[in-house]
């Protein structure tokens, strides 16, 4: 039964993935096709280019990627809490607390670190 | 046999759901148009007796389709060509566990394409997430320095939001108890409470990840016109484009549709119209449910609409300090709000 | 009737009555070829009903394109109003407006990156065919010289009707094309689907000028042979002048091609507002006394000044001098037969209205004019004295980045020196024999005269053809600044070209950004891609001649740009030509009518730089819609007006016209500013977007030379209305907004309080305007222009235009050089952005305003 629902969502996929490849294979047979030198070149405002696109790009973005997995791990394990708090009764309620404090501490350390603040 | 049903039905809605995407690229055009005191597309199509311009996004499309996709050199093609297919392919699979009407065994047919998924919303969001890998190996892939820059500002945004719409949905979860979205509208149908009533700052939190969610503006940034040309999809021409258009309008409609489960009451109308009551079987119960539903996420999709041709748009280290320095601290308190609400109410 | 057969071209759309009814007895499909027919059809009619322009636009015609995407035209009806900022997404290039050399490989390259298929639509004269700007060195006489054009829209501008007729024709043509299908043997018409069809443009190259790669052997050949030395060796040359000495000595009867009557010399002074001969003297002699004598000599209201003392003196006149000058006007230059005379205007911001004028003089032969950089004295001299440079050659020593502003490196002459002769150059005035019909209908087109058939000329003894390539970029060669780093982390930083092509850089203006992440820590503005010889054409136009030319200057402002022109002129001509009160008040509600629409149009568009998708802008332009009518019916035109004439305007207002304006002053423009106000003033985004953002403090903006609402918004009740007032604004009762703080949000400010103040203006101007005469005297083409020189200033929208002009008596101006405030009010850009965001820098040079007809004249 719980393994059949999921087959609907493969069913999906395969779908979905016909809608994904279907319109640009199609779109590649019937289109023009007339390379050239010049249009194959990154497009910049109509000049060309300076110096390397792929380089080692500010670390700020990266930082929220690190705090991001650190909350969203945390966001995870509420979940079922969540679900269940009706059976739970206030154990559950004091539990919680302590870990969303937990994790309002690490936002505010983090904040207080001046990791937020965009430079 | 009853797979092949399932995939007539996948087939009809993924259809219906393409074609509601296009007319939605219209409708926002004609909304525009509106907004700026003008009457939008209204030629293409009268060649053909009909009027409005209601043939405008057929002409797009059959443009795209014939339109040369130009594939610069020095991309990462493999990267480059996958992008777009990601982006349609993350949009569908989000719809996957939406009820877009009655569901149930007694029901004349389940109006969602996976049903009986118990943990609908956490679905979504795993899905939803999804959608980043294509903005994000489109700027990557493209070696381009404004795809570059917008694929970054999106993987950081959309990542950065994602926090705050889990914990906004929360409260929620809190009161009806249920990870699976029929649940929650069936709670609300049950009480006759709209989740924006029981958990108002969830929804507030909720709505303006959502609008980040799906780079609309204000938080538009990962294209932002002005400043970064095309963005992620500077480089990307013809239906490749075409793609990543129709992927986001999939997204709106996905997340419109969450909305209104969530915090709209699904459709459920306060019992105001027959027919409209979870215990209400039959075809004509399930056309009432299906209508009322899509005028709701209709009424969201053009609120959405109506907020882009108004706004401007944040600066970046804003649109960061948002999410992390008053919604997620806010999704938090909520949290605990209603968690500690739901004790003493329920003794 | 005639029973002729009309040919149709084939792309018609009309049918033919006889197919008609024979469609419309057989619907059936009946053969292969009405299926192959069913296909065209279907094919072009998506490609016509969605033609998507490339979001570009160069000059003047810029704007009226943007109009037609307003809500009184609306090219969305069409399909045809998703403007893509990437060529890969673009079906249709309008090139709208006039196609300079330095603009021209960057078209190419952006019509070369366009996907199949594409089309393009010459929009206006100069797209056309070189417009009122062919003659130029820097233009290029239409686009068709490099890239295959569908449709020809005339017009300067075209009105946005025009845009949509030319619309539509493109997809009358697209429906009369036949797709190709190589599997059955089918040959269409569409040449995308073949291989056999060469759709790239080879990008040119800007050499010594610009070269088309395509007959590059053919250039070198024409040019080694001399051919160009030769045709110019018989050609008729401007006549050098002297330049004034201190006995104030009319200069000699001059060698022009008409020559004037002789007349007395005008009395010259730097400008009507001045210091005066007496203050000026005890200036002089405070000078001499105190850094030794020979320092100061007045000459024609100027302080001749050698140039070893420029940098002691302009450091006392800003330091010690009891009123200090603290604030650079201007820069020009003028190439007399035994110097070139560099000319400054400097002024008091303390007592403002003290004009003085400097003049110092370096050697006349090319390249070697030296003179001491004010840079470090004045930083507004930064562009100016580059500027100087690439013009005239003078070296200016001390200057840390003296490098060519709106040509290119490489460009191989000084192009306002008068010998040299554009490659188009005929006669040293207009009218152009050539021009003249010579009885037979015959005219001789400017490509015709020159050797090469094209505007190109290059040194006979130039060697490097063969090293031309179009993978160079002499406009990017400008280094970048490199920042410091922001933090101990070394990550790499980006040189990102922001421009020429950009949605947001207000035109083809480019920024050479150097960012670390977001954060801008370098920048270099690069300009010159709209460089279309306003000067040198104006030193060959006649007086009267040359006010067309000036409405396409800030093409936002035409009648204001009129104005400062009447001004410089009216000066010269002394008493004659002093306007009638009529004309006077017609002058003043037209100035102030334009100042509504240009700050309307600057608030609209810098809320589109933030991000607001076009709303408040066309808004904002509805408001500039009714106010371009009430030009319209007054001088002809929306944009380009060229309604004013020396000694008045050109017609005399039409009878309900005064109550038209006063209905829309009174009862429409301020309540739609109030609106404005309402709606954007407290908005969160907005206030976040811009307060704090971009500051330019009071002493950086005045020693940035930085004019009109930008001033300002820093804080200094700098407005030439007020503190040098011309034509009669000394009459009316308005107030000079100013901000605080000097950041975006102020400037936004300032220019709404302004518009609220020009409604006053207008309300009390259009009470009182009297009847009369419009013009002192009655109307002539021939204007007698005593020598002499005279500096203008008006307050424009934009801030302060000047207009200097030295006139030899001849026909017309011996040099003629515009202030222009966009252009120097960029100046202060990089300092405004760094330690920005990208997304700041949209905002902040949206808050500056620029025009970049302006810019780059």
């Given at each position: 039964m719980i393994i059949s629902n999921y087959i609907f969502i493969g069913l999906l996929l395969l779908v979905a993935m016909t809608f994904g490849l279907a319109p640009i294979a199609l779109a590649h047979v019937v289109a023009p096709r007339k390379r050239s030198r010049v249009k194959e070149v990154a497009y910049e405002c109509g000049v060309l280019t300076h110096g390397e696109t792929w380089v080692r790009f500010r670390i700020q973005y990266y930082i929220y990627a690190l705090l991001f997995v650190v909350f969203d791990i945390e966001v995870v394990f509420l979940f079922p809490w969540a679900a269940s708090?009706?059976?739970?009764?206030?154990?559950?309620?004091?539990?919680?607390?302590?870990?969303?404090?937990?994790?309002?501490?690490?936002?505010?350390?983090?904040?207080?670190?001046?990791?937020?603040?965009?430079? | 046999m009853a797979a092949i049903g399932i995939l007539i039905k996948i087939f009809i809605v993924a259809n219906v759901l393409m074609g509601a995407?296009?007319?939605?690229?219209?409708?926002?055009?004609?909304?525009?148009?509106?907004?700026?005191?003008?009457?939008?597309?209204?030629?293409?199509?009268?060649?053909?007796?009909?009027?409005?311009?209601?043939?405008?996004?057929?002409?797009?499309?059959?443009?795209?389709?014939?339109?040369?996709?130009?594939?610069?050199?020095?991309?990462?093609?493999?990267?480059?060509?996958?992008?777009?297919?990601?982006?349609?392919?993350?949009?569908?699979?989000?719809?996957?566990?939406?009820?877009?009407?009655?569901?149930g065994p007694n029901q004349v047919m389940d109006f969602q394409i996976a049903p009986y998924v118990d943990i609908g919303i956490l679905w979504v969001f795993a899905v939803g997430s999804l959608a980043v890998y294509a903005v994000i190996l489109a700027g990557w892939s493209s070696n381009n320095k404004y795809s570059f820059i917008g694929g970054l500002r999106s993987s950081a945004q959309l990542i950065s939001y994602e926090i705050p719409l889990g914990l906004s949905i929360l409260g929620m979860v809190l009161i009806t108890g249920s990870l699976d979205l029929n649940a929650i509208i069936r709670w609300q149908n049950e009480h006759h409470v709209w989740g924006v009533f029981v958990s108002p700052l969830g929804f507030i939190i909720f709505l303006v990840s959502a609008f980040a969610e799906t780079n609309r503006l204000p938080f538009d940034l990962p294209e932002s016109e002005q400043e970064l040309v095309g963005g992620f999809h500077t480089e990307y021409s013809g239906m490749k484009f075409g793609m990543f258009f129709l992927g986001e309008y999939v997204h709106v409609i996905t997340v419109s549709a969450l909305t209104?489960?969530?915090?709209?009451?699904?459709?459920?109308?306060?019992?105001?119209?027959?027919?409209?009551?979870?215990?209400?079987?039959?075809?004509?119960?399930?056309?009432?449910?299906?209508?009322?539903?899509?005028?709701?996420?209709?009424?969201?999709?053009?609120?959405?609409?109506?907020?882009?041709?108004?706004?401007?748009?944040?600066?970046?280290?804003?649109?960061?300090?948002?999410?992390?320095?008053?919604?997620?601290?806010?999704?938090?308190?909520?949290?605990?709000?209603?968690a500690v609400v739901l004790q003493i109410v329920r003794g | 009737m005639t029973h002729e057969t009309i040919t149709r071209p084939e792309w018609s759309t009309v049918i033919d009555p006889v197919l008609q009814k024979e469609l419309e007895q057989h619907v059936l499909v009946t053969s292969w070829d009405k299926l192959l027919g069913m296909v065209d059809t279907i094919y072009n009619w998506g490609r016509r009903s969605?033609?998507?322009?490339?979001?570009?636009?160069?000059?003047?015609?810029?704007?009226?394109?943007?109009?037609?995407?307003?809500?009184?035209?609306?090219?969305?009806?069409?399909?045809?109003?998703?403007?893509?900022?990437?060529?890969?997404?673009?079906?249709?290039?309008?090139?709208?407006?006039?196609?300079?050399?330095?603009?021209?490989?960057?078209?190419?390259?952006?019509?070369?990156?366009?996907?199949?298929?594409?089309?393009?639509?010459?929009?206006?004269?100069?797209?056309?065919?070189?417009?009122?700007?062919?003659?130029g060195y820097n233009v290029v006489s239409g686009v068709d010289k490099f890239l295959p054009v569908d449709v020809y829209i005339p017009g300067c501008p075209p009105t946005p009707q025009s845009l949509l007729n030319g619309l539509m024709v493109l997809q009358r043509k697209i429906d009369g094309e036949k797709i190709d299908i190589p599997l059955i043997g089918r040959e269409g018409n569409t040449a995308w689907y073949r291989d056999d069809v060469e759709r790239e443009i080879p990008v040119p190259v800007l050499g010594p000028d610009l070269i088309d790669l395509r007959t590059v052997e053919l250039a070198a050949e024409r040019t080694a042979m001399g051919l160009v030395e030769a045709r110019e060796a018989g050609l008729d040359k401007p006549a050098l002048i002297p330049a004034p000495t201190v006995e104030h000595a009319p200069p000699p009867e001059t060698a022009s091609a008409r020559p004037a009557r002789k007349l007395k010399h005008a009395v010259a002074r730097p400008s009507l507002v001045w210091l005066g001969d007496e203050r000026l003297a005890q200036l002089a002699d405070d000078l001499n006394r105190t850094l030794g004598p020979g320092t100061a000599a007045i000459i024609q209201a100027g302080l001749l000044i050698p140039p070893q003392k420029l940098v002691p003196v302009a450091f006392y006149l800003r330091d010690k001098n009891p009123i200090r000058y603290d604030y650079l006007v201007t820069i020009q230059s003028v190439h007399y037969t035994d110097c070139i005379e560099v000319v400054y205007h400097l002024d008091s911001t303390g007592v403002p209205g003290s004009l003085i004028e400097l003049r110092v003089r370096a050697a006349e032969a090319e390249g070697a004019g030296e003179v001491p950089s004010l840079y470090d004295v004045y930083r507004g001299a930064d562009f100016q004295?580059?500027?100087?440079?690439?013009?005239?050659?003078?070296?200016?020593?001390?200057?840390?980045?003296?490098?060519?502003?709106?040509?290119?490196?490489?460009?191989?002459?000084?192009?306002?020196?008068?010998?040299?002769?554009?490659?188009?150059?005929?006669?040293?005035?207009?009218?152009?024999?050539?021009?003249?019909?010579?009885?037979?209908?015959?005219?001789?087109?400017?490509?015709?005269?020159?050797?090469?058939?094209?505007?190109?000329?290059?040194?006979?003894?130039?060697?490097?053809?063969?090293?031309?390539?179009?993978?160079?970029?002499?406009?990017?060669?400008?280094?970048?600044?490199?920042?410091?780093?922001?933090?101990?982390?070394?990550?790499?930083?980006?040189?990102?070209?922001?421009?020429?092509?950009?949605?947001?850089?207000?035109?083809?203006?480019?920024?050479?950004?150097?960012?670390?992440?977001?954060?801008?820590?370098?920048?270099?503005?690069?300009?010159?891609?709209m460089h279309r010889n306003h000067e040198k054409i104006g030193e060959r136009n006649t007086f009267l001649m040359n006010f067309p030319f000036t409405d396409r200057l800030d093409y936002l402002t035409s009648m204001a740009n009129n104005f400062g022109y009447a001004l410089a002129v009216e000066q010269l001509l002394g008493d004659e030509a002093r306007p009638p009160e009529r004309a006077e008040y017609i002058r003043v509600i037209m100035a102030e009518l334009t100042r509504i629409a240009s700050h309307m149009w600057s608030i609209g568009f810098l809320l589109n730089d933030l991000g607001a998708f076009f709303t408040p802008a066309l808004y904002a332009i509805e408001e500039r819609e009714l106010i371009l009518d009430l030009f319209e019916w007054a001088a002809g035109s929306r944009m380009m007006c060229n309604y004013f004439r020396f000694g008045g305007v050109a017609f005399d207002l039409p009878p309900g016209w005064i109550e038209r304006c006063r209905g829309i002053v009174n009862e429409r423009i301020d309540r739609k500013i109030d609106e404005l106000d309402r709606y954007l003033s407290g908005n969160e985004i907005l206030l976040d977007r811009t307060k704090g953002v971009g500051i330019l403090d009071r002493e950086q903006a005045i020693q940035f030379s930085t004019s009109g609402p930008v001033l300002r918004a820093s804080g200094v009740a700098y407005d030439i209305r007020r503190v040098a007032p011309y034509s009669i604004y000394d009459r009316f009762e308005f107030r000079i907004p100013t901000g605080t703080v000097g950041d975006v949000y102020d400037r936004y400010h300032v220019r709404l309080e302004e518009m609220r103040e020009s409604v006053r203006i207008l309300k009390q101007a259009v009470r009182d305007i009297p009847d009369g005469p419009i013009l002192p005297r009655k109307k002539t083409y021939q204007i007698k222009v005593p020598a002499g020189e005279a500096y203008s200033r008006v307050e424009n929208p934009k801030g302060e235009l000047g207009y200097y002009v030295v006139a030899d008596g001849s026909a017309t101006a011996y040099r003629y050089h515009v202030r222009s405030p966009s252009f120097i009010n960029l100046t202060a850009l990089e300092t405004m952005c760094l330690g920005h965001t990208i997304a700041d820098v949209v905002g902040i040079l949206g808050s500056l305003d620029i025009v970049l007809g302006e810019v780059d004249r």
């Open positions: 708090y009706a059976d739970l009764g206030i154990f559950a309620l004091v539990e919680m607390t302590i870990f969303l404090a937990i994790l309002l501490v690490g936002l505010i350390y983090a904040w207080a670190k001046g990791v937020l603040r965009w430079v | 995407v296009a007319y939605l690229i219209w409708v926002e055009r004609k909304i525009a148009a509106y907004a700026q005191d003008r009457i939008g597309p209204n030629r293409a199509g009268s060649e053909f007796g009909i009027p409005f311009g209601l043939l405008q996004p057929l002409a797009d499309g059959a443009k795209m389709l014939l339109k040369e996709g130009v594939l610069p050199a020095y991309v990462n093609k493999p990267l480059y060509l996958i992008a777009p297919v990601i982006a349609i392919i993350a949009a569908l699979l989000g719809f996957a566990v939406v009820p877009f009407g009655p569901v209104v489960i969530l915090f709209g009451g699904g459709w459920d109308l306060w019992g105001l119209l027959p027919y409209l009551n979870y215990k209400d079987v039959g075809w004509i119960a399930a056309i009432a449910k299906l209508s009322v539903f899509s005028v709701k996420v209709a009424a969201v999709i053009l609120f959405m609409m109506w907020i882009r041709w108004t706004l401007p748009r944040f600066r970046y280290d804003q649109l960061m300090d948002l999410a992390w320095k008053s919604l997620i601290p806010l999704a938090l308190l909520n949290l605990f709000a209603t | 969605s033609l998507w322009p490339l979001g570009f636009g160069l000059a003047c015609c810029a704007i009226e394109m943007i109009c037609t995407a307003s809500s009184r035209f609306d090219i969305a009806r069409f399909g045809a109003e998703v403007f893509r900022g990437s060529p890969r997404q673009a079906d249709l290039m309008i090139v709208s407006g006039t196609v300079t050399k330095t603009m021209m490989p960057i078209i190419a390259r952006l019509y070369d990156q366009m996907p199949e298929p594409k089309y393009v639509i010459a929009m206006g004269a100069c797209a056309s065919g070189g417009g009122p700007f062919k003659e004295e580059r500027e100087v440079f690439d013009m005239m050659g003078v070296r200016f020593e001390g200057h840390p980045n003296l490098k060519r502003i709106l040509m290119w490196e490489g460009f191989a002459y000084h192009p306002l020196r008068k010998d040299y002769l554009e490659p188009y150059y005929e006669a040293p005035a207009k009218v152009f024999p050539s021009r003249v019909d010579d009885g037979l209908g015959h005219h001789f087109r400017a490509e015709e005269l020159n050797p090469h058939g094209t505007n190109l000329k290059a040194p006979r003894n130039y060697q490097d053809w063969g090293k031309l390539s179009s993978l160079d970029d002499p406009k990017g060669r400008l280094l970048v600044p490199s920042g410091v780093q922001v933090e101990e982390l070394a990550t790499d930083q980006y040189v990102v070209s922001m421009g020429p092509q950009h949605p947001s850089t207000h035109g083809v203006f480019r920024l050479n950004l150097r960012v670390d992440g977001e954060t801008i820590v370098g920048l270099q503005p690069v300009m010159g891609y």
